[in-house]
């Protein structure tokens, strides 16, 4: 079975920087993108970022770019965001997917001075 297991939540000062975690398991890390996606309360879903594991490439947001960045680690199977210069629009629970067959359980980061 595929799981997701995200990293617990964050609260955070503005112009703080925030690193979630995504533990996956059940199946090769290599074989399958993961998303990253975030909801912020009363909003719908926005796409942040991916990263194939299998070579490191990355792809991200425009609106993103400069202060997102989605890392991998293979030899441990999990998966980061780093999001910078954060601001109290961040406020947001902070989902990794893998398109079409998983998702974590989300993490909530709040930034709140």
């Known amino acids: 079975e595929v799981q997701l297991v995200e990293s617990g939540a964050e609260v955070r000062n503005p112009g703080a920087s925030v690193k979630v975690s995504c533990k996956a398991s059940?199946?090769?890390?290599?074989?399958?993108?993961i998303d990253w996606v975030r909801q912020a309360p009363g909003q719908g879903f926005e796409w942040m970022g991916r990263?194939?594991?299998?070579?490191?490439?990355?792809y991200y947001a425009h609106e993103f770019q400069g202060r997102v960045t989605v890392t991998a680690d293979s030899s441990t199977s999990t998966a980061y965001v780093e999001l910078q210069s954060l601001r109290p629009e961040d406020t947001a629970a902070y989902y990794c997917?893998?398109?079409?067959?998983?998702w974590g359980q989300g993490t909530q980061v709040t930034v709140s001075s």
């Open positions: 997917v893998i398109p079409v067959s998983a």
């Open positions: 059940g199946y090769t890390f290599t074989k399958y993108y």
């Open positions: 990263i194939d594991p299998e070579d490191g490439g990355t």
